[in-house]
């Protein structure tokens, strides 16, 4: 781990909806003599949007917000992004809700108008500190290291907390399940290195099609999921495909190619009203995968006959 110094800024975000409590921590970690890049909203779902477009390094977040009360509100917010750093603020000096706070995915928990510039500071290392080597330490068994995905186990942990927030919230997701074509002649004709390649860069192209807050996995050989959260409508299913196979295009054309990237693809659109297990709807996206395959098939059939 990196510790923080003077002279590199940690970023910040801020979920505080009192105007005066923001700007007293702000003060106070204006006083830490470290630099902040501090971004600060309102709400929880202003933070939720911050968040899928970039992670801070840390984030401060108030208990009760317009739109969430209590410990549901960082266990919401861990539950979406388990991998953050989070110190809970709170004005209660209640150890009962320090301790269910922590429990729920919190590093620390501050009470507002109690905290000196020293102890904030301390507070923000210890919870990075904490969190890195959890993480670190958690993550082993559920990433897929040649992509970096989420390994099997670790897309249906995600995916079923996501569900059971969908189906809370009322909101809509979106379920892909991609197979990447001919593995098996790139790996018999390109060598093993290069399908290893062609794994790689179909992770990578997943990375640039979805937003940083979707989950994203490999879950076998060669195959991956994608999850599309909060999508509010079922036209983001063929504009998020479009955008997929203009990538793959766009990788295509790059000179001294060995092989050339094409994936068949699944998705299901998931409305809360019709609830259903991650498991079944993996099964329907894969039917609708192989569906697609089976017609790129008879098409290069035809083509070959």
Not at 182 to 191: M, R
Not at 227 to 251: F, G, T
Not at 279 to 284: A, D, G, H, N, R
Request: with cysteine; hydrophobic share 40%.
């Amino acid at each position: 781990m990196v510790h923080p110094t003077k002279n590199k800024p940690l970023t910040l975000l801020l979920i505080e909806n009192s105007a005066l409590d923001a700007k007293l921590i702000q003060a106070r970690l204006k006083e830490t003599g470290q630099i902040f890049e501090v971004t600060h909203v309102e709400t929880l779902a202003d933070g939720v949007e911050k968040l899928g477009q970039s992670k801070p390094d840390i984030v401060l977040l108030d208990l009760n917000l317009p739109d969430s009360k209590g410990i549901s509100t960082v266990e919401t917010l861990h539950q979406r992004f388990p991998e953050l750093a989070v110190v809970v603020l709170t004005g209660v000096d209640d150890e009962t809700i320090a301790l269910e706070a922590v429990g729920r995915g919190a590093q620390d928990y501050l009470v507002k108008g109690t905290v000196d510039a020293p102890f904030l500071i301390k507070a923000i290392r210890y919870a990075m500190h904490r969190q890195r080597h959890f993480w670190a330490q958690n993550n082993l068994s559920l990433i897929d290291e040649l992509t970096g995905l989420q390994n099997r186990r670790g897309f249906l942990s995600l995916a079923k907390q996501q569900l059971k927030l969908a189906n809370r919230a009322k909101k809509p997701f979106i379920l892909f399940f991609l197979d990447l074509d001919n593995l098996k002649e790139i790996n018999d004709q390109a060598g093993h290195q290069e399908g290893d390649n062609a794994l790689i860069e179909t992770g990578e192209l997943l990375k640039k099609t979805f937003r940083e807050s979707d989950i994203l996995g490999r879950i076998g050989g060669d195959e991956f999921v994608a999850m599309a959260l909060d999508a509010q409508k079922k036209a983001y299913v063929s504009i998020i495909q479009e955008r997929l196979r203009n990538n793959i295009a766009l990788c295509n054309i790059k000179v001294n190619r060995k092989f050339l990237l094409a994936l068949s693809i699944g998705a299901v659109y998931y409305d809360p009203k019709s609830p259903r297990a991650i498991e079944t709807l993996l099964e329907e996206a894969d039917a609708l995968m192989y569906k697609e395959k089976q017609q790129k098939q008879k098409v290069k059939s035809t083509i070959a006959g």
